[in-house]
């Protein structure tokens, strides 16, 4: 007897139980957005703000693992979101930086990004943006892929790990070449070298003019 064909197996679907998707991703983007501009405006600390029930939803309540996985990835967005929110209206560090000192280096990414930060609109669409980049949820035209710029460092495959870390070296190579304390420590150090060559030099005059003084006084 001929074994009966078996049946074709069709490649099992993979059930995402968060909203990984960029539409649903910018809507949680600009939900947050909104309550963190209605807390700015109330004058309150963006540090002291927590997620807003209404925005976990459903998801709140239940301790199934699709409402966990839901409400954890929300508190994500969030998280995401109120970094960069923070970011962008971050006071300028330079503001009050005395004249004989250099400018602080800005490392902040999104620092003054936003052209017109009084619109709320332009706000929630540059934070969408960003957010759905770091998610790899869109990426950008004409450009270098992250990926491809990795390759500079070398052209075995690599996996996320690697790619994570790639990413964060480009980011703080910035620190380890800023040299700006260390010649700032040298410029005080010469500083106070030459203020002490110019008190003793002053005080050796004055001894000087004293002892002219005291023979003056004996003849």
């Given at each position: 007897?001929?074994e009966?064909?078996r049946?074709?197996?069709?490649?099992?679907?993979?059930?995402?139980?968060?909203?990984h998707?960029?539409?649903?991703v910018?809507?949680?983007?600009h939900s947050?957005?909104?309550?963190?501009?209605?807390?700015?405006?109330?004058?309150?600390d963006?540090?002291?703000?927590?997620?807003?029930?209404?925005?976990?939803?459903?998801?709140?309540?239940?301790l199934?693992?699709?409402?966990?996985?839901?409400?954890?990835?929300t508190?994500?967005?969030?998280?995401?979101?109120?970094?960069i929110?923070?970011?962008?209206?971050?006071?300028d560090?330079?503001?009050?930086?005395?004249?004989?000192m250099k400018?602080?280096?800005?490392?902040?990414?999104?620092f003054?990004?936003?052209?017109?930060?009084?619109?709320?609109?332009?706000i929630?669409n540059f934070i969408a943006t960003?957010?759905?980049?770091?998610?790899s949820?869109?990426?950008?035209?004409?450009?270098?892929?992250?990926?491809?710029?990795?390759m500079?460092?070398?052209?075995?495959?690599?996996?996320?790990?690697?790619?994570i870390l790639?990413?964060?070296?480009?980011?703080?190579?910035?620190?380890?070449?800023?040299?700006d304390?260390?010649e700032?420590?040298?410029k005080?150090?010469?500083?106070?070298g030459?203020?002490?060559t110019?008190?003793?030099?002053t005080?050796?005059?004055?001894?000087q003019?004293?002892?002219?003084?005291?023979?003056?006084?004996?003849?």
């Amino acid at each position: 007897m001929a074994e009966p064909k078996r049946a074709l197996q069709k490649p099992c679907e993979t059930l995402l139980a968060v909203p990984h998707t960029a539409e649903e991703v910018e809507v949680l983007v600009h939900s947050a957005a909104e309550e963190l501009w209605k807390w700015k405006e109330l004058g309150h600390d963006l540090h002291s703000i927590s997620i807003p029930l209404k925005l976990l939803g459903c998801a709140s309540k239940g301790l199934d693992i699709e409402s966990t996985s839901k409400r954890v990835y929300t508190q994500a967005v969030f998280d995401l979101t109120k970094e960069i929110f923070e970011e962008i209206f971050a006071e300028d560090p330079n503001l009050n930086q005395p004249v004989w000192m250099k400018p602080c280096r800005i490392n902040s990414s999104y620092f003054r990004r936003v052209k017109n930060p009084d619109s709320l609109d332009e706000i929630k669409n540059f934070i969408a943006t960003e957010v759905l980049k770091l998610f790899s949820l869109k990426k950008e035209p004409n450009h270098k892929t992250d990926w491809q710029k990795m390759m500079k460092f070398g052209r075995k495959k690599r996996d996320r790990v690697d790619h994570i870390l790639v990413q964060e070296l480009h980011e703080e190579e910035a620190q380890w070449v800023n040299y700006d304390e260390d010649e700032l420590c040298v410029k005080m150090q010469l500083a106070d070298g030459i203020f002490e060559t110019l008190i003793r030099d002053t005080i050796d005059v004055l001894n000087q003019i004293s002892e002219k003084q005291g023979r003056v006084l004996l003849v």
